[in-house]
């Protein structure tokens, strides 16, 4: 059985270490003095693209799709392990369990 193939952004200086944490999008409205741009093909050969698509699906806990460019900075060592904690145990992480109100939202 064939595994699903996902995509993945890569920034041109910061490679795969940030990440979007949201897009609206309102195709109603419109400016007209807005230019669309097209993005920076940033990792412009097909082996390189590979590459980076099966790191990201096959391999990602090791976060090594993130430097498939040469970045400028990358997330410290307390970020990573604060991404690789599950978010119901973040809490606990960082110290503050049983200090915030309880939500669903954690």
């Not at 693209?49 to 099966?54: D, G």
């Not at 498939?68 to 990573?80: H, L």
């Not at 991404?83 to 939202?105: A, D, I, M, N, V």
């Amino acid at each position: 059985d064939a595994l699903p193939i996902y995509g993945v952004c890569v920034h041109p200086q910061f490679g795969g270490w940030f990440a979007i944490r949201a897009v609206m999008i309102f195709p109603d409205v419109q400016d007209p003095s807005l230019e669309q741009k097209a993005p920076v093909d940033c990792v412009n050969s097909k082996e390189k693209r590979i590459e980076l698509l099966e790191s990201y699906n096959f391999r990602w806990k090791d976060w090594g799709f993130r430097d498939i460019v040469d970045v400028q900075e990358r997330y410290s060592e307390e970020q990573k392990m604060y991404f690789s904690t599950p978010p119901s145990e973040r809490l606990k992480l960082l110290g503050l369990q049983g200090e915030l109100p309880e939500s669903s939202h954690y």
